[in-house]
Nanobody, 117 residues
Framework: QVQLVESGGGLVQPGGSLRLSCAASGINRFYAMGWYRQAPGKQRELVGAITSGGNTNYADSVKGRFTISRDSAKNTVYLQMNSLKPEDTAVYYC????????????WGQGTQVTVSS
């Protein structure tokens, strides 16, 4: 059974930082891992992703501020978010994508990030 458990969300002031964590179980090391977000009234969008080989990509809106990383030994992916802005407010979802190798795609339940003074 696959589980993606997110943690680290919360309320932070503009300019602050948060680190999200996603602990994955039941998946192998070939999965690409990513973070998506969905703000009220908007579509879910990719924030950042990292392949099993460590290649990363980011949404233009977060480049230079957010960093995605993974600890393969712990099967955990992180999203370090710096210089947060009110427009970063959203529910953040962890994603495990094995489709390149013919595996399934899985989602976490989401964690709320609110950037407000």
């Amino acid at each position: 059974q696959v589980q993606l458990v997110e943690s680290g969300g919360g309320l932070v002031q503009p300019g602050g930082s948060l680190r999200l964590s996603c602990a994955a179980s039941g998946i192998n090391r070939f999965y690409a891992m990513g973070w998506y977000r969905q703000a009220p009234g908007k579509q879910r969008e990719l924030v950042g992703a990292i392949t099993s080989g460590g290649n990363t990509n980011y949404a233009d809106s977060v480049k230079g501020r957010f960093t995605i990383s993974r600890d393969s030994a712990k099967n955990t992916v992180y999203l370090q978010m710096n210089s947060l802005k009110p427009e970063d407010t959203a529910v953040y979802y962890c994603n495990a994508d094995g489709s390149y190798y013919g595996f399934r795609v899985f989602w976490g339940q989401g964690t709320q990030v609110t950037v407000s003074s």
